[in-house]
């Protein structure tokens, strides 16, 4: 949509247009008659050699334009008088074109086209030859009734040319221009059908020595860019799966415009072995490039999901529309009122947030192809595991963009497909390898029948914690200072849950006729000693909590009571009793074993009692 309006200004590039696109042209001459009744204006289109262009007037009916071998023409356009509404007395633009020529002379526009129009004024000459640069000039007459004088110098009639109001009274009217862009090249120098092929426009950019990135053809990886053309040209009720529509800016940075190719196709661009290497994700048949077990994994293996800030469940991808005159449009995937059952069911997943991106695609002139572009970046933000490991030197065979299998008894794998990302070479004559998951679901495109989906990967849940299980009491004594006796020692084990994740433990208890739990500290081991308990009923009860502080929930053991001490204390030895006068002095030894002793019995009978 923004290219639709004219442009002017010298910091601004000529537009490189591939496949089919509108544009209002940038304005590189605009210069007036001597009597002031003619405007010229010079229109810079696009960057090399256009297959053809329709020009518009005030959105109206299209001006073909037919080319002829010396890639310039004139002609007179019949544009409908706003005022008499007649096209035979309305004879008002003069259309003067020329496709571009990147070497040798040229004449450059018409400029001596035996019209009353006149050319395009006198400061336009044969030395602005434009080269590279597909133009049009056209001249706009005002008035008619000025113009008279030349009409009948031309032998024609006043009555087959005279307008009795001025004719562009309310301005300029509006020109767009719909571009069929640069015929493409393969590898071999042969034709391609599809001008909008992603993948050999991208070919095209990246060897093309004037407006790209003139590229030796030998550093492109052709057989790739194959593969990837026969999987862009897919149809599925008529229509490609992927297509690229573009214009690009020639003032923007090549990596830029690169990035917004293969944004039409979900592509990646890889520089392997000394190339530069093509790849479009798609369904996987066949088999695997390298299927990795345990014993070519060194260490441990790391697997991430998609965090919140990825995760969506709604992507709404913006292009432009042909079908809305080519102004921007967007589409929902899933959508709201086409999709209500998946959208609901991603939403209750996300527990109710609504979680929207916006993907915008300056390539995409199609509703369909838009929306399956959407459909991938949702699915991926959902069901893209990402695995990371470092393994042995045999992975070498392995280059980005690969499908691998991946064997692995933790998260319970057997075969799980991922395709490799990045491939790293390490010091030690290791490899790190890091790939995400091939899911073939997302690469359904929309008329075609879903394959089955990929197995769902059997890590535990982290919002999830299993409760420890089998918790037991017991009870000992244990001696304190010698003079504080023997106190009550409780012990608690339990059965540790079986999440992998759980870092602590936390434990409570009370009296069981009490309603508040106290507090008994936090452990990482599956057991935990309470000392200088007291005697009552108590209930106990133990609780798992992981890394991230979900916790599972209370497993709780009831009535269970705290004894203290049940062996009678040992015999009084060494007992004895000293007369002082009117005063006994009674003494015995101290209990060898601490007992904790609550109080001394001393009892006197007198003599003949």
């Known amino acids: ?92 633009i003069q259309h003067l074109f020329r496709n571009n020529i990147s070497t040798g002379t040229s004449a450059g526009l018409v400029t001596d086209y035996p019209h009353f129009l006149n050319g395009l004024g006198s400061l336009w000459t044969t030395s602005h030859n434009c080269k590279g640069v597909a133009i049009e000039g056209l001249a706009f007459l005002y008035d008619n009734i000025r113009q008279f004088g030349n009409l009948a110098k031309a032998g024609r009639g006043q009555s ?10 309310n301005g300029v009217p509006k020109i767009e221009f719909e571009m069929t862009g640069i015929a493409l090249l393969d590898n071999t120098g042969a034709t391609v059908s599809n001008s909008s092929d992603p993948s050999w426009i991208l070919f095209d950019y990246l060897t093309n020595k004037d407006y790209g990135c003139g590229i030796d053809d030998a550093l492109i990886n052709s057989a790739s860019f194959t593969t990837a053309s026969a999987i862009c040209n ?22 830029d415009n690169i990035k917004q190719i293969l944004s039409s196709c979900n592509g990646r661009l890889s520089w392997i072995n000394g190339q530069y290497y093509l790849q479009i994700d798609d369904e996987f048949t066949g088999t695997a490039v390298f299927a990795f077990e345990e014993k070519h994994i060194i260490g441990g293996i790391g697997i991430v999901a998609n965090s919140k800030t990825e995760r969506t469940n709604q992507i709404t991808c913006q292009f432009v ?32 947030i609504p979680l929207k991106k916006t993907l915008t695609v300056n390539g995409v002139t199609n509703y369909n192809q ?27 065979d392995v280059i980005v963009g690969d499908v691998i299998t991946v064997t692995h008894s933790t998260p319970a794998w057997t075969a799980k497909e991922f395709r490799v990302r990045a491939i790293t070479l390490n010091m030690d004559g290791t490899c790190s390898i890091s790939a995400s998951e091939q899911v073939d679901a997302t690469y359904a495109f929309d008329y075609i029948a879903p394959p089955a989906a990929s197995d769902d990967t059997n890590l535990p849940d982290v919002l999830t914690v299993s409760a420890p299980t089998a918790l037991t009491f017991s009870e000992t004594t244990y001696s304190g200072i010698s003079s504080g006796g023997k106190k009550i020692r409780v012990t608690l084990e339990w059965l540790r849950s079986d999440n992998i994740f759980v870092d602590h433990h936390d434990v409570e208890f009370k009296k069981s006729d009490d309603t508040n739990w106290t507090d008994a500290g936090s452990t990482v081991s599956n057991s935990m000693v309470l000392n200088d308990f007291e005697k009552d009923d108590f209930d106990f009860r133990v609780r798992a909590v992981n890394s991230i502080g979900s916790k599972s929930e209370w497993y709780t053991i009831e009535d269970q009571k705290v004894q203290g001490i049940t062996e009678p204390p040992e015999d009084v030895t060494g007992f004895s009793v000293s007369n002082f006068g009117s005063n006994a002095i009674v003494s015995w030894a101290s209990p060898t074993d601490s007992t904790d002793i609550d109080y001394i019995q001393i009892g006197v009978l007198r003599e003949g009692s």
């Open 1 to 92: 949509g923004t290219w639709l309006n004219a442009r002017q200004g010298a910091n601004l590039g000529v537009p490189i247009i591939y496949g089919t696109r509108r544009t209002g042209g940038h304005i590189i001459y605009q210069a007036m008659s001597d009597d002031e009744n003619m405007l010229y204006i010079v229109y810079a289109l696009a960057e090399g050699v256009q297959q053809t262009w329709t020009m518009y007037i005030d959105d109206g009916n299209g001006v073909m334009v037919d080319f002829d071998s010396s890639r310039y023409k004139s002609s007179i356009v019949d544009v409908t008088s706003i005022f008499s509404g007649s096209t035979s007395k309305s004879l008002a």
């Open 160 to 169: 087959d040319y005279f307008e009795t109001e001025a004719f562009y009274r």
């Open 234 to 255: 897919v149809e599925s009720s008529g229509i490609d799966r992927y297509s690229c529509n573009i214009i690009l800016d020639s003032r923007a940075s090549l990596i």
């Open 321 to 352: 529309n042909p079908d809305n005159s080519w102004e921007e449009d967007e589409v929902s995937w899933p959508d709201k009122n086409n999709e209500t059952s998946l959208y609901n069911s991603f939403l209750a997943a996300d527990n109710e």
């Open 370 to 396: 838009a929306r399956f572009l959407a459909k991938q970046a949702c699915l991926r933000s959902r069901d893209a595991l990402k695995v990371t490991f470092k393994t042995t030197a045999e992975a070498m």
